[in-house]
């Protein structure tokens, strides 16, 4: 308020003074056009890609962020304030031994969990404005380049402190490297959000320790990698003997399926052949068995018509001698010689005793 009132003031006392001069009817008109001109070029801004703009009134403190490129108008007379913030990435830069500009800071010194010291030589921060926060960042740092100052206060404290969590051994594993530094710019962005600036990306190379220990991780690199070797080698070498051991029960499966399949068609063979000759015994044996039962027939029969010839002979017999038995003895011997007709019987004489005194003949039948 009090500018537009000294504007106003100076504004009134310039016509006064020409006034007391005389200018003229054209003169006024030119002097109007003047100001009019001046008035256009200093009512409006222009916002480049990359950039926004802060528009302060003045008179009511109200602050307006424009994101979008091209003219920005302000109120003539000092009613408006506009300030224009490069939001575009930038960088923040660690290196060297000593200081050159707010971007430009000596290399990062760091001081491990185990008491040795390791450096960074060429650390990079990128980072930029917020966009629809670049009044945080004027309001907190100032106009035009002042938000920069704010990364050389956090920036170098945090990247000691969270890389400082690790030793020397463990910083120089990638993982926890990667991991140390992902945390540094959580840490960043927590403290600088506020004020209306982030951290896009931290660029660490990798740490650097004396000689001596250069030359250990060196050889622990080269230990490290023939492992990764050996391993690789062991690996494949368990594939080797996993695809062999495939190869070999593969082949050994073939030769059981080959055995098994020459056994079942063996074993059916026999199966097949021991039908056959159960068929064959069991034809035999009924063939022999109705054989010998049609022979024990016969022969049964035989022996019944045997026995019954038998039996009508022994009573043919038996009634003969029966008949006989009621004959005379005379009867008897004619028959008797009758059956003996035609038989020689040779006689000899015998003693009665060793020296016998005389021979007694005697007559059978009536041989003559």
Do not use: C
Not at 21 to 31: H, S
Not at 293 to 299: D, F, H, K, P, R
Request: glycine letters at 8%; zero cysteines.
């Amino acid at each position: 308020m009090a500018q537009v009132i000294k504007f106003a003031g100076s504004a009134a006392g310039f016509f006064e003074r020409l006034r007391k001069r005389g200018l003229g009817t054209i003169g006024w008109v030119v002097l109007a056009l003047v100001v009019l001109g001046v008035t256009l070029s200093t009512s409006f801004v222009v916002i480049q890609p990359g950039e926004v703009a802060v528009r302060i009134n003045n008179l009511t403190g109200k602050r307006d962020t424009i994101v979008q490129p091209g003219l920005v108008m302000r109120a003539p007379f000092g009613l408006h304030s506009i300030y224009v913030v490069d939001a575009s990435p930038q960088t923040f830069v660690m290196t060297g031994t000593k200081n050159t500009d707010d971007l430009h800071v000596s290399e990062l010194t760091v001081r491990a969990s185990d008491g040795s010291n390791f450096l960074f030589n060429d650390t990079t921060i990128i980072f930029q404005v917020l966009g629809d926060k670049a009044e945080d960042a004027v309001r907190d740092a100032g106009p035009t380049t002042a938000f920069r100052r704010w990364l050389r206060p956090y920036a170098r404290s945090i990247l000691r402190d969270e890389f400082g969590r690790e030793s020397t051994i463990t910083v120089s594993n990638p993982a926890n490297f990667g991991a140390a530094t992902e945390r540094a710019r959580t840490r960043l962005n927590a403290l600088l959000e506020p004020h209306g600036i982030i951290v896009t990306q931290i660029v660490t190379p990798r740490p650097r320790f004396s000689d001596e220990y250069e030359n250990l991780i060196e050889s622990r690199n080269e230990a490290d990698n023939q492992l990764v070797v050996i391993s690789s080698d062991l690996a494949r070498a368990g594939t080797d003997r996993s695809r062999r051991l495939a190869e070999v029960d593969r082949d050994q499966n073939r030769v059981i399926q080959e055995k098994r399949a020459e056994l079942e068609a063996a074993l059916a063979t026999a199966v097949a052949e021991q039908a056959e000759t159960t068929r064959q015994a069991d034809g035999y044996r009924i063939d022999t068995v109705a054989k010998g039962q049609a022979a024990l027939a016969s022969a049964e029969r035989r022996a019944a018509e045997l026995r019954g010839q038998l039996t009508a002979d022994l009573g043919a017999q038996k009634a003969s001698i029966d008949a006989f038995a009621n004959q005379p003895v005379e009867r008897v011997m004619e028959r008797l010689g009758t059956k003996l007709s035609g038989v020689t019987i040779g006689i000899q004489p015998y003693a009665r005793d060793g020296s016998p005194s005389r021979i007694q003949l005697e007559q059978v039948g009536g041989a003559p």
